[in-house]
């Protein structure tokens, strides 16, 4: 079963302060993603990575940074969190694999809820 | 921009009825459509996905269906219970290992 796991759960930051939320795998995915969901907009890519120390920009990146320190840890860092930020933030793995076709699936973490100040 | 559309964006169904919930894409490239499924306070897991080369994808009692001419899916859900009660992500890849998303559908089944 695949297995990505997401630290912290909850955080609640102040506007200006820095922000750092954590993800791990162990699927041995070449590829990591961080999304964040609001209600509404469904989710957003922010920030990707092909494999340790790659990372790449998604469809809303500004006011992140990712880091890609190993296969199994992705980060997103807030430099300086400010409340349009708050939301709920999702990390996935995923990698190709084939069943007859080619097939790809994401595998989500559980989730992070950060409230900004 | 690639976009991924879906509707309803809301949807209640009595117990027992079919669900049927669409969704639309514009790009051309696209070859791979997965739907995902939501419950509340969850994250989003795989339930059905189709690629190009098929018509019809069945799993159970979830179905997808693809007009590939107008780029149009939909997918079924036969004998809805309660527990589907969830919200529904269909998306688009083109196999760069990146998902286009729609917004997502969220279906209330009614016992």
């Known amino acids: 079963e695949a297995a990505v796991t997401q630290s912290p759960r909850n955080k609640v930051a102040v506007t200006g302060g820095k922000v750092t939320l954590s993800c791990n795998q162990t699927?041995?995915?070449?590829?990591m993603y961080w999304y964040r969901q609001d209600t509404g907009h469904g989710l957003r890519l922010i920030h990707y990575?092909?494999?340790?120390?790659?990372?790449e920009k998604g469809d809303i990146p500004d006011g992140y940074k990712a880091s890609r320190p190993s296969q199994e840890n992705f980060s997103l860092i807030l430099e300086l969190a400010t409340p349009s930020q708050t939301s709920v933030y999702f990390c996935?793995?995923?990698?190709?694999?084939?069943?007859?076709?080619?097939?790809?699936?994401?595998?989500f973490g559980p989730g992070t809820r950060l409230t900004v100040l | 921009q690639q976009q991924v559309r879906q509707s309803p964006q809301s949807l209640t169904v009595w117990e027992g009825e079919t669900t049927i919930l669409n969704c639309s894409y514009e790009?051309?490239?696209?070859?791979?459509f997965p739907w995902y499924r939501q419950f509340p306070g969850k994250s989003p897991a795989l339930l059905i996905a189709?690629?190009?080369v098929s018509n019809k994808k069945e799993d159970g009692r979830f179905t997808i269906f693809f007009n590939k001419r107008e780029k149009k899916l939909s997918l079924h859900i036969t004998d809805s219970q309660p527990g589907d009660s969830a919200t529904y992500f269909c998306?688009?890849?083109?196999?760069?290992?990146?998902?286009?998303w729609g917004s997502g559908t969220k279906l209330i089944i009614k016992p």
């Open positions: 699927n041995n995915h070449n590829n």
């Open positions: 996935a793995s995923g990698d190709l694999r084939d069943w007859g076709g080619p097939t790809y699936e994401q595998y």
């Open positions: 790009d051309s490239t696209f070859d791979y």
């Open positions: 990575s092909y494999g340790a120390g790659s990372t």
């Open positions: 998306a688009a890849s083109e196999g760069n290992y990146q998902l286009i």
């Open positions: 189709i690629s190009l």
